[in-house]
């Protein structure tokens, strides 16, 4: 069940539902999951100082169980969602920061489908 959450203040406009759908699909591949568990959230227009700058930057914070512990496979996500968010935000690396969080079961509740 991976969950990502992006912060940007970046104007809303500039972010469309395209960009949404994309970021799903991208972390579905990446992770090897059913994209039906994945979980995007967007939040633009967020005041945000990063190095000292106002200037545009981003934030993607994705968890997900069981998926990132050390080793070689944080480095291939971060290069992956790195390049994905260059080419849609037009934003240099400098300007964003990716960060892994590995979920335990125990941390997860999932409401029963009736």
């Known amino acids: 069940m991976p969950l990502c959450t992006i912060t940007t203040n970046l104007p809303d406009e500039k972010l469309s539902d395209t960009f949404l759908k994309e970021t799903s699909a991208l972390i579905a591949k990446l992770l090897d999951k059913d994209e039906k568990h ?8 967020v005041r945000t100082i990063s190095s000292g700058s106002l200037e545009p930057c981003m934030t993607f914070y994705l968890s997900s169980v069981g998926k990132f512990r050390p080793g070689d496979d944080n480095r291939k996500y971060g290069d992956e969602i790195g390049k994905f968010l260059a080419e849609k935000t ?15 079961l125990i941390d997860v509740g ?5």
């Open 90 to 104: 037009g934003l240099p690396d400098s300007s964003m920061k990716v960060i892994f969080h590995d979920l335990q």
């Open 38 to 45: 994945v979980q995007v959230t967007l939040f633009c227009n």
């Open 110 to 114: 999932i409401p029963p489908v009736k």
